[in-house]
T-cell receptor, first 116, second 111 residues
Framework: SAVISQKPSRDICQRGTSLTIQCQVD?????MFWYRQQPGQSLTLIAT?????????ESGFVIDKFPISRPNLTFSTLTVSNMSPEDSSIYLC?????????????FGPGTRLTVL | SQKIEQNSEALNIQEGKTATLTCNYT??????LQWYRQDPGRGPVFLLL?????KEKRKERLKVTFDTTLKQSLFHITASQPADSATYLC??????????FGAGTRLFVKA
């Protein structure tokens, strides 16, 4: 398993500003992901964070809005840029290990973002 | 497109009873399916994985079934306890390292 921490745990931001969320894993992992979850909704995958290269974004999400970094095997950041109230959500980091035969993921506690 | 359906209505049961949650999916044949538990304010926690060639999987008081013909998985918690109250998410493996999550079913176990 893997223990994942996220910072900040929550934040209230003004429209038009940006927030960077950090994700730290306690052991080396192959895969790291960023999800968004609205209350009562399913998790929506934003992107896969690739070490040393550009993240792979899902349909509907773009790098200019959600730039992601992954400088090594245990750390990643997600920035929510030029925020609007529609970006209010819980952002979750997850990690997994490829080559284990399954895509079981371990999740961080999430960052609750409110945009005013 | 691939779709996962979980009962959006909360499930209320009495302590000691068996809780049964349903996950239905369409337009896909996953190699395996997973169940996660999510508590308020926390990220999901992996519980069980069942492969397409397995009919049933057990772990302590948890049991998962997987019917690829019906495209359905059932998740059972026997001898339920108030501490089992949480949201339970079904997740489908869709290839590579891609997973699609259902919206989850909220379970309340009353003492």
């Amino acid at each position: 398993s893997a223990v994942i921490s996220q910072k900040p745990s929550r934040d209230i931001c003004q429209r038009g500003t940006s927030l960077t969320i950090q994700c730290q894993v306690d052991s080396q992992v192959t895969m790291m992901f960023w999800y968004r979850q609205q209350p009562g909704q399913s998790l929506t995958l934003i992107a896969t964070a690739n070490q040393g290269s550009e993240a792979t974004y899902e349909s509907g999400f773009v790098i200019d809005k959600f730039p992601i970094s992954r400088p090594n095997l245990t750390f990643s950041t997600l920035t929510v840029s030029n925020m609007s109230p529609e970006d209010s959500s819980i952002y979750l980091c997850s990690a997994g290990r490829a080559g284990t035969g399954t895509d079981t993921q371990y999740f961080g506690p999430g960052t609750r973002l409110t945009v005013l | 497109s691939q779709k996962i359906e979980q009962n959006s209505e909360a499930l209320n049961i009495q302590e000691g009873k068996t809780a049964t949650l349903t996950c239905n999916y369409t337009n896909y044949s996953p190699a395996y399916l997973q169940w996660y538990r999510q508590d308020p304010g926390r990220g999901p926690v992996f519980l069980l994985l069942i492969r397409e060639n397995e009919k049933e999987k057990r772990k302590e008081r948890l049991k998962v079934t997987f019917d690829t013909t019906l495209k359905q998985s059932l998740f059972h918690i026997t001898a339920s306890q108030p501490a089992d109250s949480a949201t339970y998410l079904c997740a489908l493996h869709t290839g590579g390292f891609k997973t699609i999550f259902g919206a989850g079913t909220r379970l309340f176990v009353k003492a």
